[in-house]
């Protein structure tokens, strides 16, 4: 039999002929099989498309053999990369979360009988769909512009956020954060915002509707202005402040009307006196609470620098006549320079200080009481000496100062101011002079028998005729002295000092006068134009955008403590209402309301600090002593131990909550006593100085411990 034939016949195949019956493969070592292996194939099923960040589970189905076992691949990568998607043992992929360069990837199923034997699918990478939790919007500086802060899940770097239903430039910061700067229309209140997802997949969030605050100024900004306009900053005054505008707060300020001291009885004093026996108790316990508490800051802050100009002190003069003093100088703050003149000529206050009340006509050969009259010129209006109208001296040809008066220009003044005494109840003009019975509540009465009625030498040589009333006298003297070239640059530098920086550039003292002189509308000393001028004047501002701004004055102890008292939000707890407390502490550091030692004020205007050429008027009455009783007062007020306060420093109060953060709390004591101009190291040695400290109260007290005595803030800036 042929060697095929006897194949076959191994086969088990039967030969018809040569008719071949049957399979002739499978057959296995020359063997051919009659059942034969099934090929293996596998399919896999599954979502087609899955988002970043999420997940599909793919299912693989293998036929062909019992062993159905499976591995994964993503782009033929076992398990896959963070690149383009992993894919765990059992199926479950897991898209990147960030797209890759193709927005699509091959999902493999590959057989563990078979390497061969694979099956796949095209999976589509769509961006997550955005959701938005919450969104802020912060003004830039004072303009119209806000920055946008989204914050939700599924953001990726084509993210754009939607304001209004207009796509804007989106900055992406993370996948849970994206930021935008928009413009808004004046007066815009609200926004409307969402984040659109782009395509592949594109999709957008729910909409979010966000409140915007309009501040016409910085915090920086509208702190320093109020520590020069008022008795210190508060939480509440410096977001006034931000939101009105310096101008608008100004206007509204200037309409706010006069907060008075009530008049002191002489018998019996009221209980907030304390005592039977000081009636300036009484006036200092109101002065007090009026700087503190009384909404008409700005007008109560000008009383108070022209109280240091024209002086008058309860160490000479009776306590009932301070309240109707300050009162008048508190409502003629925004008038005119004039009616301040007048007003301070006829008070009872400023009589009996400087001897202007009864002080008759002399004898033939004498003179009348000089003491107004020299302090009037010397301190009050016009100074020693001739001046520039930017406050420098004008010079002889000898290069000496040029004198204002002479001592008979002071005699003839004193013979003006003749004929003055108390006035009835009510203001009525007494039957005989003096008048015995003091009033300290209405100006002065002329009684013109007492008046020196002889003509009278004055400034630039005017003369006043014989025979003139007491009031005619005085009326056209107090114009000779208003109209002379010195009042404007000799008033508007003091009121400078006080309320803005004790060394102002001579430009800045020249503006000022000038409005003094003019303002604008041919009115000479128009008050609320030359308030409005010192605070507005760019001098005045530059420290709101330049931090290292060194202009600026000495914070004197009255304002060291109004400013504690306003901006920790201390309360009264004294059973009859009394603040004057806050006078034991301040008279501690030299300075207590209306009581200075001389008609000089605390400190004169002119001081130099000694071995400098540094005009600085408040460090005077600054050295070794009164700074430490200062730190002693500022432990005081941190540990709650001023008498007849309390302020809530307690774990809950509101600097106790903020010390749960330590970078929170002092970038609001930054914000509330150093115009957010804390230098980086200072704000950095306070943060790690509190950190370590277990409790928020105590935190809360040596952070504002270390503000308040540091000499950063001892400077108004």
Not at 166 to 178: D, F, L, P, R
Request: charged residues 10%; glycine residues 8%; proline residues 6%.
């Amino acid at each position: 039999m042929p060697r095929s034939a006897r194949t076959l016949a191994r086969c088990g195949l039967a030969l018809t002929g040569f008719l071949l019956i049957g399979c002739l493969v499978g057959c296995s070592a020359g063997v051919i099989s009659s059942n034969p292996t099934p090929q293996i194939s596998v399919s896999v099923s599954g979502s087609s498309s899955t988002r970043l960040g999420s997940t599909t589970q793919f299912t693989a189905t293998v036929t062909g053999t019992a062993n159905t076992s499976v591995s994964w691949q993503v782009n033929g990568v076992m398990g896959g990369s963070a690149a383009n998607g992993t894919i765990s043992s059992s199926g479950l992929y897991t898209a990147p979360a960030v797209m890759p360069s193709a927005t699509s990837v091959t999902v493999t199923a590959v057989s563990v009988v078979s390497a061969s034997a694979t099956g796949n699918v095209t999976e589509s990478l769509y961006n997550p769909i955005p959701t938005l939790t919450s969104a802020t919007g912060t003004q830039v500086g004072s303009t119209l512009s806000y920055f946008i802060d989204a914050i939700g899940t599924g953001f990726v770097p084509t993210s754009v956020i939607q304001a209004a239903g207009v796509a804007q430039t989106t900055t992406y910061v993370s996948a849970t954060e994206i930021t935008t700067t928009i413009t808004v229309p004046s007066g815009t209140t609200s926004l409307a915002i969402a984040v659109d997802n782009p395509a592949p997949g594109a999709m957008n969030s729910s909409t979010l509707t966000i409140s915007l605050t309009f501040y016409s100024t910085t915090a920086t900004a509208a702190a320093r202005f109020l520590d020069q306009s008022s008795f210190g900053p508060t939480a509440a005054t410096i977001q006034q402040v931000q939101t009105l505008g310096i101008g608008a707060y100004l206007k509204q300020q200037f309409a706010t009307p006069t907060t008075p001291l009530a008049a002191i009885p002489t018998n019996p004093l009221p209980a907030v006196c304390l005592s039977a026996n000081n009636p300036y108790v009484c006036a200092e316990s109101e002065w007090w609470t009026t700087a503190i508490t009384a909404p008409d800051q700005l007008r109560q802050r000008v009383a108070f620098a022209l109280s240091e100009m024209f002086v008058v002190s309860t160490q000479s003069i009776a306590g009932q006549a301070i309240p109707a003093y300050h009162n008048m100088l508190a409502n003629d703050a925004f008038g005119n320079f004039s009616t301040i003149m007048h007003d301070v000529a006829v008070s009872p206050a400023m009589g009996a200080y400087l001897n202007m009340i009864d002080s008759a006509k002399a004898p033939a050969g004498q003179i009348p009481n000089e003491n107004f009259g020299r302090e009037n010129m010397q301190l009050f209006t016009i100074g020693l000496d001739m001046l520039n109208q930017d406050g420098s001296l004008q010079l002889d040809g000898s290069g000496n100062p040029i004198p204002t008066y002479t001592e008979t220009t002071v005699q003839n003044f004193a013979k003006v101011y003749t004929g003055w005494t108390f006035s009835l109840a009510g203001g009525g003009t007494p039957p005989k002079f003096p008048n015995t019975t003091s009033n300290y509540n209405d100006p002065m009465a002329a009684v013109d028998s007492a008046h020196d009625t002889t003509s009278k030498t004055l400034l630039n040589g005017t003369v006043l005729p014989a025979g003139q009333t007491s009031v005619q006298d005085l009326n056209q003297a107090l114009a000779n002295i208003f109209n002379h070239t010195n009042v404007g640059p000799f008033v508007c530098k003091q009121l400078i000092q006080h309320l803005v920086t004790s060394t102002p550039s001579p430009a800045y003292v020249s503006r000022v006068a000038a409005i003094f002189a003019n303002d604008g509308t041919g009115v000479r000393g128009n008050m609320q134009a030359v308030v409005n001028a010192i605070l507005t004047d760019q001098e005045a501002r530059a420290g709101d955008t330049n931090s290292s701004y060194d202009g600026g004055h000495l914070r004197e102890p009255v304002l060291f403590i109004t400013a504690m008292m306003r901006g920790l939000a201390f309360t009264n707890t004294d059973a009859n209402g009394s603040y004057f407390a806050l006078s034991n502490q301040s008279s501690k550091l030299s300075e207590e309301p209306y009581r200075a030692g001389s008609v000089f004020n605390f400190f004169p205007p002119s001081y130099v600090i000694p071995g400098t050429s540094l005009n600085a008027p408040e460090f005077s009455i600054e050295n070794t002593a009164t700074s430490i009783l200062e730190l002693s007062l500022a432990d005081s007020i941190v540990n709650n131990k001023i008498s007849s306060f309390s302020v809530d420093l307690s774990n809950t109060g509101t600097l106790g909550t903020m010390a749960a953060d330590p970078t929170t709390l002092v970038n609001y004591l930054n914000m509330l006593f150093m115009h957010s101009q804390m230098p980086a190291n200072m704000q950095t040695t306070i943060i790690n100085t509190i950190t370590p400290i277990k409790t928020n109260a105590q935190r809360a007290r040596v952070a504002t411990y270390l503000v308040i005595t540091s000499s950063q803030y001892k400077i108004i800036h």
